[in-house]
């Protein structure tokens, strides 16, 4: 019994600590053509574009990226990609990733992969962001995110909010995946 007690206080100061932050993300069922073998045809080893509408900080475009995207990658389970406002050649022009911030009235997850800009609220207050995988103009996967008091965007519950989000628009299997594994 000696031996739990390390594993339980372990488990308590990992609980203490997730509880500290301020953002949270719900991921949305995804679709049933979601698999992870389409998830490393459209991004392994390759860029893969992501759009970003929005600002939470009132930062420029370019700006909101550079503080963006250095958080999304390599959270993609067993896919080496590159997610970028800037594809290059190698990305598939079929998928994209899209991240709304504060977004100014209810919106499906299939509206954010669509070509319409998404409206946006001004900078400012909590941020609620809304996610997308999309495949020509349908959403595979989504995902909501909250981050309550939103210091900044060098802020580490910032940073783990996006890191969170992308995390989620890649699950790993679907919850009615029966049989366990990937893609089986």
Same mark, same amino acid.
């Given at each position: 019994m000696r031996s739990l007690a390390p594993l339980a206080a +372990?488990?308590? !100061?990992?609980? *203490?600590l997730a509880a500290c932050t301020n953002e949270r993300v719900v991921a949305s069922e995804p679709a049933p053509a979601y698999t992870m073998s389409e998830v490393a045809y459209a991004a392994a080893n390759r860029d893969l574009r992501v759009v970003l509408y929005g600002d939470p900080f009132g +930062?420029?475009?370019e700006r909101l990226a550079d503080k963006v995207l250095p958080h999304m990658q390599n959270r993609v389970a067993g896919v080496v990609t590159h997610l970028t406002t800037t594809p290059d050649e190698s990305a598939r022009p079929i998928y994209?990733?899209? +991240? *709304?911030?504060?977004? *100014?009235?209810?919106?499906?997850? !299939?509206? +954010?992969?669509g070509s319409v800009p998404i409206p946006t609220r001004p900078p400012g207050g909590a941020i609620v962001v809304q996610g997308a995988f999309c495949r020509q103009g349908g959403a595979l996967t989504g995902a909501t995110g909250w981050l309550d008091q939103p210091q900044g965007p060098d802020d580490p519950d910032f940073r783990s909010l996006i890191s969170d989000m992308t995390f989620t628009l890649f699950p790993t299997r679907r919850a009615d995946d029966s049989c366990g594994g990937l893609d089986c």
């Open positions: +372990l488990l308590a !100061s990992v609980a *203490a +930062l420029t475009p994209k990733v899209v +991240l *709304a911030f504060n977004v *100014a009235q209810t919106t499906l997850n !299939s509206e +954010l992969c």
